[in-house]
């Protein structure tokens, strides 16, 4: 059966329109698209929208996740805890009971340090996954923006372009193409 044009999938779909715009020249290759996108927060927009299952978007948002946790000081334990007990739940090891427990505790987390929040900001959306996929993308764009509070002005762009490349690859670790592409 044919694909529909990725683009025009999207946008019925309430996708932001930098994603549709961006996704235009893929036409209907869904398959090019998840390998060439840059973005884990686009890549876990589309696996949420296609209905992926629960416990493997959890698993590659919290790995999105994960790349904020670099700088992180072992005195900032509860972004780290949180994403350790989304992994838990994804392999049937904690309940959503304790999850939501810990993203009430997460959302109190409100460090001076803009980089620290936004890293707690990655690790609060990948446990906020799962109860609400769309929550995934944010654990990609705030460990994106983690790492951007974290450098030097000079180099934010570069930086942010790896930061946003090193998500897209996590989010393709744990979602090969082949388990989205049954969905579509």
């Not at 996704?23 to 884990?40: H, I, K, L, N, T």
């Not at 972004?79 to 392999?91: C, G, I, K, M, Q």
Request: proline share 7%.
């Amino acid at each position: 059966m044919p694909r529909p044009p990725l683009a025009d999938w999207l946008k019925a779909r309430g996708a932001h329109n930098d994603l549709v715009t961006w996704s235009v020249a893929f036409d209907d290759d869904w398959q090019r698209f998840w390998q060439e996108c840059p973005r884990g927060d686009w890549l876990l927009s589309l696996a949420a929208r296609l209905g992926i299952e629960r416990p493997r978007l959890v698993r590659a948002a919290s790995a999105a996740a994960r790349t904020a946790l670099e700088g992180l000081p072992e005195s900032e334990p509860a972004p780290r805890a949180a994403l350790e007990l989304a992994e838990a739940w994804a392999d049937g090891q904690a309940s959503a009971e304790a999850c939501r427990a810990r993203s009430l505790e997460l959302e109190r987390y409100s460090p001076p340090d803009p980089a620290l929040a936004a890293v707690g900001a990655a690790a609060l959306s990948a446990l906020m996954t799962i109860e609400d996929p769309d929550s995934a993308a944010g654990a990609a764009a705030n460990a994106a923006q983690a790492a951007l509070f974290g450098a030097g002005d000079c180099a934010l762009l570069s930086l942010l372009s790896y930061a946003q490349r090193q998500t897209a690859e996590r989010v393709r670790e744990h979602l090969p193409f082949e388990a989205v592409a049954a969905l579509i």
